[in-house]
C-alpha cells in the first residue's frame, strides 16, 4: 500500500503551463492550425540539446500538451528539430530530410551550435549553421536551451 | 484419315526430316532447319491434340512391320490428346526461342539433330495405343532427352553428373514401368491398351496393385515425385534452357499422363488406399518441393522444385480423383481429373516460359545465382516483363492461367471434404490446407524471384552489363506469355475438349460446363469467370487511379528521391538478398529444411582478443537426397571397389571364372 500513498503524496508534477514566446507566428506555422509533427535531426550535436529535447517532451514538461509531438519519419513531419553545427558527414543527410519533408514545412535550429556553430564554429568538421544548408524558420539559442524554453518556442508556433 | 491423324502424320515426318538435316547439314543451315522442324512438329501436335479434343475422333493407326513381334500401335483417344495439346503448346515458342538461343555450343549435331526427335516423342508417347509402342517411344524419349541434357558437358563439369543422375533416375523408372507393363500384359494376355482396358477387370486385386505401385514409381519418378525427385533439380539446371523448358513443360507431365491411362484409364480405378497414396505423394511434393524452391538462390533449381511442387499438386488432383471415384463419388472425380489435367497444361506453359526466360537471363548475364543478377527489368525489360509474367501466372493471381486450375482444384477437394464416408472428410481438408500452405509459399518464392532478380540494383557487373536477347527468344516467350493470359481470361474455350478428355479417362457425365466468359465445374457446383473478374480488376485500377489524380489534380506536386533515411550512397550489398529474403521462412521450417550454418572465426596472430576475419557459409542440402541417395550411392560405391578385386587381370583368373560357372549351370540344370 505503500506505493499508492506515495503516488498520492507526491500528486501532480508537471510543470505549470509554461508562457508561450512572443514574436511573429510563421505563415507556413500558422497553416498547421495547432498541430505540429516534429522530426528530430541531430546534425552533429553533442547531445546536450537531445537530452533538454527529451526532458520536454517527457511527463514533466510535456510539449504534447501544446500540440506539438515528435515523429519517426521526416515523410510524417510538420517541422525539422535541428541541432548540433552541421557537420561534413551530415549536411547531405540534412538536406536529404529536408527534402523528404512535405510543404508546408518548418525548419526549427535547436541550441547554440544549430543557430551559429557556438563553440564549434570555424572548426574542421563544420560545413556551417543550420540556416547556412537549409531555410530557419526560428532559433532556441541555449547551450543547451532549457525544456521550459523549448516548449515556450514550440507554443509560440502551435499557437496553443 | 482425319484431320488430327494427317497432322499427327506431318509432325513425325517433320520430325525424321529435322533429324537428318541436323546430322548432315552444316552448321547454320543445321540450326535453321532442326528448329523449323521442331516448330513443325509442335504445330501438328496442337493441330492433332485439339483436333482430337474438339471432335472426340480417336486417331487410329498399325503398322505391324515396324516393330518385330509387336507392331506399332497409335491409338490417340481425347486423354492422350489433352498432353499432345499440352506439348505442342510448348514446343512450338520453344523451337523459336532455340532458333535465337542455340550459339556456338549448342550448334553441334547430336543437339540439333535429337531436338526434333525428342519434341516428336513428347507428342507420341500419349499417342501410343500400345504398350510395346509406348515403352519404346518412352525410352527413345528418355534417350533423347539425356543428349540433350549432356549437351553443354564441356563447358560445365556439373553437366556430367546431371546427367547420369537423370540417365541412373529414368532407367529405374523406366524398368518399373516396364514389369507393370509385363505384369498387365501378362495377366490380361494382350498388349494393347484397349484389350487391356476391356480385361482389366479380371486381374485379381493383388495383381492390379502390383501394378499400380510400380506404375506409380516408375510415372512418378518422370514426374519428379518426392521421394524420386533428386534428378530434377541437377538435370533441370544443367540442360541448356530450351530442353529444360521442354523436359519441365511437357516431359514431367507425361509422368502424370502415365499414371492417369494405368490407374484411372485401364485399371479402372481401385481400391481407397491407391487414391489416398497417390494424394499423399502428391502432398508431399507439393510441400517439399516449395519449401526447396523458396531457399533455392538459383534460378534454374528454384523453378526445377518449383516443377516438383507443381507435379505434386497435379497428383493431389489425380489422387482425389482416384479416391472419389472409389467411394462412389463420379461426378466429383471427373472434376478432380478435369482439375488436373488443367493444371497440366496451365503448367506445362508457364514452367515453359519461366525456364525459357531464366535461359534468357544466363545467357545475357552469365549467371544464374539470384544472388548476383537484380536491376534486370530495367536491362532486360522483354525479357524480365515474361519472367514477371510467368510468375504471376505461376503464383496463382489473376487474370493469369494458374489462377484458374488453383481455383477448380480447391473447389473439388472442398467439395469432397463435406461428403460421406470419413475418407474424405479426413483427407480432403489435410489436403485444402497443404494445397492453401503451398499455393502461399509459391507466392513467396517468387515475390523472391522477382524481386531480387528483375528489381533491386544489379549486384554484380555480368547484371550491370546485361544486353536484351535475340528476337526469336523474345518472340517464343511472348507467345507462352499470351497463351498464359489467354488460357486465364477464357478457360471455357477447352471446357468441351477437357470434359471429352475425362471422360476418356472413365468419368462419366460433364465435368465441367462453360459460357461465353465462364468456366462451370458441374460436377463441383462452382462457377468462375476469369474475363469479369480481369474486367473488375481493371476498373478498380482505374478507379483507384483516377481517384487518387482527381483528388491530388489540384495540389501543388514535387518530385523528391525515396526516402532512405538521410543515406549519402547506396550499394548492391545493401539491398536484401534472395537468401536473406527466405530466411525467417527458412527458420520457420527449419525442422523439414535442416539449414547448416558454419562460422569460423579467424583471430589475430597477436592476440586471440583480436580477430582477423569472420566467415560465414549456410548450406540448405535436399534431406532425401542427403539421406537417402547419397548412403545408397556410398554402398554401391563400396561394392564397386570390393567387386575390382575379381577383376585382377589374371586370365587365368578368367577362365577359372568361365570354368566355375559353366560347372553351376552343369549342377544346376542338370
Redesign the interface.
Known amino acids: 500500500m505503500s506505493l499508492f500513498d506515495k503516488i498520492r503524496k507526491v500528486g501532480r508534477i508537471a510543470e505549470a503551463p509554461i508562457v508561450s514566446a512572443a514574436g511573429p507566428v510563421p505563415e507556413a506555422a500558422r497553416r498547421l492550425r495547432g498541430s505540429l509533427q516534429i522530426r528530430a535531426v541531430d546534425a552533429g550535436s553533442c547531445n546536450g540539446c537531445e537530452l533538454e529535447i527529451g526532458s520536454a517532451f517527457g511527463p514533466h514538461y510535456d510539449a504534447e500538451r501544446y500540440g506539438a509531438r515528435l515523429v519517426a519519419?521526416?515523410?510524417h513531419a510538420d517541422a525539422l528539430l535541428v541541432t548540433g553545427p552541421v557537420t561534413h558527414n551530415m549536411a547531405?543527410?540534412?538536406r536529404?530530410?529536408f527534402?523528404?519533408t512535405p510543404?508546408p514545412k518548418l525548419v526549427i535550429a535547436v541550441g547554440d551550435c544549430a543557430c551559429d556553430c557556438g563553440v564549434f564554429k570555424g572548426a574542421y568538421g563544420v560545413a556551417g549553421a543550420v540556416k547556412d544548408l537549409v531555410p530557419v524558420d526560428a532559433e532556441i539559442p541555449g547551450c543547451p536551451p532549457e525544456p521550459a524554453v523549448i516548449v515556450a518556442e514550440l507554443r509560440r508556433l502551435t499557437g496553443r | 484419315v482425319t484431320l488430327a491423324g494427317t497432322a499427327l502424320g506431318l509432325a513425325s515426318a517433320a520430325a525424321l526430316v529435322g533429324c537428318v538435316a541436323g546430322f548432315v547439314l552444316p552448321r547454320r543451315s543445321r540450326v535453321v532447319v532442326a528448329t523449323l522442324a521442331t516448330a513443325l512438329v509442335g504445330t501438328g501436335a496442337t493441330a492433332a491434340g485439339l483436333g482430337v479434343l474438339l471432335t472426340g475422333d480417336h486417331v487410329t493407326a498399325r503398322w505391324p512391320e515396324i516393330l518385330p513381334l509387336a507392331g506399332v500401335t497409335i491409338d490417340l483417344d481425347p486423354l492422350g490428346a489433352w498432353f499432345v495439346l499440352a506439348a505442342g503448346a510448348v514446343i512450338v515458342p520453344v523451337a523459336v526461342y532455340a532458333y535465337g538461343y542455340c550459339d556456338h555450343a549448342l550448334t553441334g549435331r547430336a543437339v540439333q539433330g535429337l531436338l526434333p526427335v525428342f519434341a516428336a516423342t513428347l507428342v507420341l508417347v500419349p499417342a501410343a495405343g500400345s504398350m510395346s509402342t509406348f515403352l519404346v517411344l518412352w525410352e527413345l524419349m528418355a534417350m533423347s532427352s539425356l543428349v540433350l541434357v549432356a549437351a553443354e558437358h564441356g563447358d560445365r563439369p556439373a553437366v556430367r553428373q546431371a546427367t547420369v543422375w537423370y540417365g541412373v533416375m529414368t532407367q529405374l523408372g523406366f524398368v518399373a514401368i516396364l514389369i507393370a507393363f509385363g505384369l498387365a500384359a501378362a495377366g490380361t494376355g494382350h498388349e494393347t491398351f484397349a484389350a487391356i482396358r476391356h480385361d482389366a477387370p479380371t486381374l485379381s486385386a493383388a495383381r492390379a496393385s502390383t501394378i499400380f505401385v510400380l506404375a506409380l514409381a516408375g510415372f512418378g519418378s518422370k514426374a519428379g515425385l518426392v521421394p524420386l525427385h533428386v534428378w530434377l533439380p541437377r538435370a533441370h539446371p544443367e540442360a541448356p534452357s530450351h530442353v529444360s523448358a521442354l523436359m519441365s513443360g511437357a516431359m514431367v507431365s507425361l509422368g502424370a499422363y502415365g499414371v492417369v491411362r494405368v490407374a484411372i484409364d485401364l485399371l479402372g480405378g481401385g481400391p481407397r488406399w491407391w487414391g489416398v497414396l497417390v494424394l499423399a505423394l502428391g502432398v508431399a511434393s507439393a510441400l517439399f518441393g516449395i519449401l526447396h524452391a523458396l531457399v533455392a538462390s538459383d534460378l534454374k533449381v528454384l523453378l526445377a522444385y518449383s516443377t516438383t511442387e507443381n507435379m505434386g499438386l497435379v497428383f493431389v488432383g489425380i489422387g482425389a480423383a482416384v479416391l472419389l471415384a472409389a467411394v462412389h463419388e463420379p461426378a466429383l472425380a471427373g472434376v478432380a481429373l478435369a482439375a488436373a489435367l488443367l493444371w497440366v497444361l496451365n503448367h506445362a506453359v508457364f514452367k515453359a516460359l519461366l525456364f525459357l526466360a531464366a535461359g534468357s537471363i544466363a545467357r545475357s548475364t552469365g549467371t544464374r545465382d539470384l544472388d548476383r543478377l537484380g536491376g534486370l527489368m530495367k536491362r532486360l525489360p522483354v525479357t524480365a516483363t515474361m519472367f514477371t509474367v510467368g510468375a504471376l501466372a505461376i503464383a496463382g493471381l489473376p487474370p493469369l492461367n494458374g489462377f484458374v486450375s488453383e481455383w477448380a482444384l480447391f473447389q473439388t477437394l472442398v467439395r469432397a471434404g463435406g461428403r460421406p464416408p470419413d475418407v474424405l472428410g479426413l483427407t480432403m481438408p489435410m489436403a485444402v490446407g497443404a494445397v492453401a500452405l503451398t499455393a502461399g509459399l509459391a507466392a513467396a518464392t517468387f515475390v523472391k524471384a522477382i524481386g531480387t532478380g528483375m528489381l533491386a540494383m544489379p549486384r554484380s557487373p555480368e547484371a550491370e552489363r546485361a544486353v536484351e536477347s535475340p528476337v526469336p527468344m523474345l518472340a517464343g516467350m511472348s507467345v507462352l506469355a499470351s497463351a498464359c493470359l489467354v488460357l486465364g481470361l477464357v478457360p471455357g474455350l477447352l471446357a468441351s475438349g477437357l470434359g471429352r478428355a475425362v471422360r476418356a479417362a472413365g468419368g462419366r457425365g460433364e465435368p465441367l460446363g462453360s459460357g461465353v466468359a465462364e468456366l462451370r465445374l458441374a460436377g463441383a457446383r462452382g462457377v468462375i469467370s476469369p474475363v469479369l473478374l480481369a474486367v473488375a480488376l481493371l476498373v478498380g485500377l482505374v478507379l483507384v487511379l483516377g481517384v487518387a489524380r482527381a483528388l491530388g489534380g489540384s495540389r501543388?506536386r514535387?518530385r523528391?528521391?525515396n526516402?532512405?533515411c538521410?543515406?549519402?550512397l547506396q550499394t548492391a550489398r545493401m539491398e536484401y538478398t534472395a537468401i536473406s529474403f527466405a530466411e525467417p521462412l527458412q527458420r520457420v521450417f527449419s525442422d523439414v529444411l535442416h539449414p547448416q550454418h558454419d562460422i569460423d572465426v579467424t583471430h589475430a596472430a597477436e592476440s586471440r582478443w583480436y580477430v582477423e576475419a569472420v566467415q560465414y557459409r549456410a548450406s540448405i542440402a535436399d534431406g532425401i537426397d542427403e539421406r537417402a541417395y547419397q548412403p545408397a550411392v556410398g554402398a554401391l560405391r563400396w561394392w564397386g571397389e570390393r567387386a575390382r578385386a575379381l577383376q585382377n587381370g589374371s586370365v587365368h583368373r578368367y577362365l577359372a571364372y568361365g570354368f566355375g560357372a559353366l560347372l553351376v549351370v552343369l549342377v544346376v540344370a542338370r
Do not use: F, I, N, Q
Open positions: 519519419s521526416p515523410r547531405t543527410p540534412l536529404k530530410t527534402e523528404a510543404a | 501543388a514535387r523528391a528521391e526516402w532512405g538521410g543515406r549519402v
